[in-house]
């Protein structure tokens, strides 16, 4: 895989699509060239002292334009920064870094919850095979009319408010929605009931996780997981999310 | 008002002709070991270089000083294990590292195939254990050994050895016995009086210092009324620390004889020269590798551009000028 | 990623209404000592309040803490005083004050036509000048003083007194014996263990503790090289020193059962928060009144606002509640 | 005098009208409604962790547009953030600050050094008598050509690319200019030959001091200079440049 680029890119646009929720899209040509779904991109912030990246998903990838899309939540101080970009900003950018997903199996299933929606996108477009995808949202939706284009999909708010109300496992088990292969993205409620879904009904399943980060790059331990075997790299039972991850197979990883 | 200064721009560190800048001299001499330039690595923010080989020719570094190496694997401390603060950041790695072994079988060789010199950071949870590392290295094609007895970041070993100048003493000479390579002892800034530390690691035998590790610090997470840390408590480092840092390196440097690699919140060429006129023999690029991967090529670019500005043919001029 | 949190912007504080801020108790104890809520000033950055008058209601403050008075007047430190840091900066005032009198005369009854408390911060060169000041104050209409042992921008009196538990123990008693009014003992962060000062304050009878003073820090102009501070070091202050700052507070409250007033960078009604819930009864706001001349009021509102945003209706539900 | 505002300010330009010089207007009515010649604004930055403000003298006020002008060097890193500021964009500005100029006298004599000439162009232009202007460079000049409408210009540089070679009081010496008032502003070598020139010739003479700053409104110290006598607010010899100056009688100070 071709090294990650540190690069100040250009905002093309940063838009506000729900409350709280922002839609950026950054010209960086080399990044858009090599970057794979499930990949992320550190964000640098310039004030406040916040020295720390921000880590987002990749969204969506326009190689021919040279573009990738960043979805995010704004959380803390940091992505509010962020959320202030006008079109022509530039901002320092890190990426892509990660493995990203496999492109495997015949009949996927795609499921998102939350903010961990926005990275299943890219995969749902390049996966050419059948697909359901579940969508899990609080209340407010978003993201989901996009997806409509690239296979079935189902969703379910906290709230009732649209779709199935429940989790994204009440939708599974409603639909009785059956797969060859998982792929999975939200809060680790989510991954750990997604895990033992799959577990149980013997279906594969990568799974992509979060982790407080410094480097980003796998040289300063700090977002590691619990693997189930000792890890090659570390010698004990930790893996770094920002490099052997952030995607992983169910039964790599202890949730 | 008429104090005139340049502008920061990284790029034009990279302006100034090749033939200008090969006419500086930036060796530095440490332990009888020369190094090409003053410009390293802080123990644990670069691994043993392999993560960032794609950023940094690392043939260009002075040294590169790997991640803390203990006896056996070290599995380090629950996440989350970094916090955010204004203008650094906090750590609890807790020196999560693969042991001696895989570091002698894997990373050595890995680093060796660069010109460059290799500081091997060496963390134990007894005396015994940093000796038994020590001499396992001693057989090893390595130049110098950190000997960390200043993180914050364990329950044993680290900073329990480093805040007490007669336990200082102590284990730089137990250390010493085992050692075949020249020793620098990493001193902790949480003491109330680093001249004294310093002055016990050089009675004990050390060969040359660094500093500071990480300060102690905390950071709560009020939304959920917890510590942000699993840890609790984690080492505050980054620029925000620099203030200090320099402070230390001026203190200790007035107090011992012997070389100090300076190290605190470097993160542009500017503030290595801070330490090298404070009495740094050599700096350690930390915190900043992760906010830019070429950190420490732009901290090397930074300082021959000073020189060329200031007409400094040799780096060691520089050294403890300020007093 | 489901975790939830409340945009920043301070004028969210101010939209709350006013009778949902009624009902919020504010009020905490100190020394038998009533405070109308948590929030004072950081002595030295907030001169006797006439600068601030035009920007706070100084009524609207839980206590006015002063600058240092000392018996005579002190003429300070030469100038540059001052330098800029990441994120923080260094201070060598050398305590310039006009002396007692002109407090008494002319500071006093500014501020006590205010409705709030006042804390005076005391500085003195030997024991004995500590105790004069702290007599002549005895008969004053002052609330409480501050025994500032840790300035470290002084040769004589200031950190010397606050670095040594034994010395902590013994000026602390000896002010205690002139004292009429509740005394707190300012302690210096420039210390191997916070938890051993502390300790030694109480045992001498210290009424509360305040923490954290400025951490010494240096800062070179490699320009020029040298010093960038007249004084060589400073005290370094603001958000870079807060995750110290946090730790001592939380060590500090941990090892003695008297009130703490937290300070070291606290900027917004956050970074008082995590200060109350390490331990600290009360905070001081310093180096923030220098970016932000309301930022004393706009801290107890984001104190307030966080209490209305989670229905806590007394603060001192919040003091040391992370353990 | 009313008390100084902290506000975000719109810059309505930032113009580089010299190299490392710049010229930036703001718009802020009411620190344009209450400023005075000789008063300063702390301008205050958002990136790399730089707290501290930026004392910058204002050089021109207009009431009417409700805007003020500051005339700058790029020093160091905070002035260098500052020149980047685009039209439209917001910076925290707390002024107007410190004492300003006393309007007195029938012949004044304006003496400006580098960066010190902008604060006196207010100055000249709300002083209403005979006036001469000195102003002195190392090589570039700016401003001079909007002095001329205001007085009598004559210009020394260093190097001697323009006016006479050398400094402010060669002209002075040169042309035999004489003053019932001198206003001065430049580096502390110049303040100290214009005061020995003031004694020396009886003449009355205001000097615009700079010191490093913290507070900027009088309460942290930072900022002290010399004074002759005990000052009434310190009691000991020191003077606030922020608060009692910066502009000072020269008998006042010891430079
Ligand atoms: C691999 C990966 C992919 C992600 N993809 C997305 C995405 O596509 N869209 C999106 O909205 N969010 C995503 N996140 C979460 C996102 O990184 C955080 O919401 C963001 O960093 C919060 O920054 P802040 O400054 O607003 O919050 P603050 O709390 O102020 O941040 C303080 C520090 O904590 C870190 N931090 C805080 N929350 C998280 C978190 N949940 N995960 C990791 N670091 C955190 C920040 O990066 C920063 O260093 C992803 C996280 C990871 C690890
Ligand atoms: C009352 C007053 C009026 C001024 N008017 C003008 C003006 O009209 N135009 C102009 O170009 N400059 C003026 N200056 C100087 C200007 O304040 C400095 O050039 C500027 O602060 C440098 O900031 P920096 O970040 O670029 O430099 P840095 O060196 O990076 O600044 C670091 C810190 O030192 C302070 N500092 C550095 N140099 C000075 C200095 N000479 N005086 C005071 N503080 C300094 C900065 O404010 C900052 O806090 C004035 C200074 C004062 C005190
Ligand atoms: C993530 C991280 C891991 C660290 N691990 C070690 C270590 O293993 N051994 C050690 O001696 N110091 C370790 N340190 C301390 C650094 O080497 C350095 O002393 C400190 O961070 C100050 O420098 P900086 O501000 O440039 O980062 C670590 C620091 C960080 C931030
Ligand atoms: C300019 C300045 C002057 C100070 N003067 C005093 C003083 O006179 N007495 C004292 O006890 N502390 C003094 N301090 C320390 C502060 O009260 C406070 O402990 C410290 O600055 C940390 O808080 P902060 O980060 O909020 O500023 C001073 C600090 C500054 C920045
Ligand atoms: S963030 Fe440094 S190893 Fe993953
Ligand atoms: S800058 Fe604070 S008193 Fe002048």
Redesign the interface.
């Known amino acids: 895989m071709s090294a990650a680029i540190k690069k100040k890119s250009k905002v093309i646009q940063n838009e506000r699509i729900e409350e709280g929720i922002y839609d950026l899209w950054l010209k960086a040509e080399e990044m858009a060239s090599i970057a794979r779904p499930g990949q992320f991109v550190s964000l640098y912030c310039k004030e406040g002292g916040r020295l720390l990246p921000r880590p987002i998903s990749i969204c969506e990838i326009d190689k021919k334009t040279g573009k990738i899309r960043l979805v995010y939540r704004v959380l803390g101080k940091g992505t509010k920064e962020i959320a202030h970009l006008k079109s022509g900003d530039l901002i320092d950018c890190l990426g892509p870094l990660g493995n990203g997903f496999n492109l495997e199996g015949k009949k996927a299933l795609i499921i998102g919850g939350g903010i961990g929606i926005p990275p299943l996108f890219e995969l749902a477009k390049q996966l050419d095979c059948e697909k359901n995808i579940v969508l899990g949202y609080r209340d407010i939706t978003f993201l989901n009319k996009e997806f409509e284009a690239l296979g079935d999909v189902y969703i379910s708010t906290e709230d009732g408010s649209a779709g199935t109300k429940g989790n994204v496992l009440d939708v599974i088990k409603k639909y009785k929605l059956t797969a060859d292969i998982i792929y999975a993205c939200g809060p680790s409620p989510m991954l750990k009931g997604v895990k033992e879904y799959a577990t149980i009904n013997n279906i594969k399943a990568q799974l992509s996780l979060e982790e407080r980060m410094a480097c980003g790059i796998g040289a300063c331990l700090a977002c590691v997981c619990k693997s189930t075997e000792i890890d090659h790299h570390t010698k004990v039972n930790n893996k770094r999310v920002c490099k052997e991850g952030p995607v992983f197979y169910a039964d790599e990883v202890v949730l | ?5 340049i ?2 721009d990284n790029e034009k560190n990279v302006n100034i002709d090749d033939k200008t800048m090969l006419k500086l001299n930036t060796k530095v001499n440490i332990g009888g070991i020369t190094f090409k330039n003053p410009v390293t690595t802080a123990s ?4 043993s270089g392999m ?2 080989r ?2 940094v020719d690392l043939s260009r570094l002075g040294a590169v000083t790997t ?1 803390g190496v203990s006896l056996k ?4 401390n629950p ?13 609890a ?1 807790g020196l ?4 001696i072994d ?1 570091f002698i079988e894997r990373d050595l060789p890995f680093l060796r195939s660069y010109d460059t010199k290799i500081i091997v950071n060496v963390v134990g949870k007894t005396p015994e254990e940093y000796c038994e590392v020590v001499e396992r290295l001693s057989d090893c094609d390595v130049d110098m050994l950190e000997i960390n007895i200043s993180c914050p970041n364990v329950k044993e070993g680290g900073i329990a050895f480093g ?1 007490d100048p007669g336990r200082v003493e102590a284990i730089t000479s137990q250390v010493k016995r085992y050692a075949k390579k020249p020793i620098i002892i990493k001193l902790s800034p ?4 680093i001249a004294e530390t310093a002055k016990a690691a050089e009675a004990g035998g050390a060969d040359a210092l660094s500093l500071i590790n990480t ?6 997470d ?2 959920r ?3 942000l840390l699993a840890n609790k ?2 080492g ?1 480092s ?7 840092a ?2 230390m390196v ?1 203190q200790a440097a007035s107090a011992v004889k012997v070389p100090i690699i300076g190290m605190g ?1 470097i993160i542009e060429g ?1 503030d290595a ?2 330490f090298i ?2 009495g740094a023999t050599m700096v350690a690029v930390g ?1 900043a ?6 950190a420490t090529l732009d901290v090397l670019d930074g300082i021959k551009s ?1 020189m060329v500005r200031k007409n400094i043919k040799d780096i060691n001029e520089l050294i403890g ?2 007093k």
């Not at chain 2, 008002?1 to 200064?5: D, F, H, L, V």
């Not at chain 2, 694997?73 to 380090?76: A, D, I, S």
């Not at chain 2, 300060?215 to 709560?220: A, E, Q, R, Y």
């Not at chain 2, 590798?289 to 070429?294: E, K, T």
């Open positions: 008002m008429e104090n005139k200064k502008n920061y644990g923010t670069f691994g993560e960032y794609d950023y991640k694997p070290w599995p380090g996440t989350p294990r970094v916090a955010e603060t204004y203008g650094g950041m906090l750590n790695i999560q590292n693969p042991g895989v805040q949480n003491v109330t009086d300060l102690t610090g905390m950071k709560i009020i939304e009324r917890t510590f408590t984690g505050l980054g620029p925000a620390i620099k203030p200090v320099v402070r001026y919140g500017e020269l801070e006129m404070a915190t590798n992760f906010i830019n991967p070429r000073y000028c300020v």
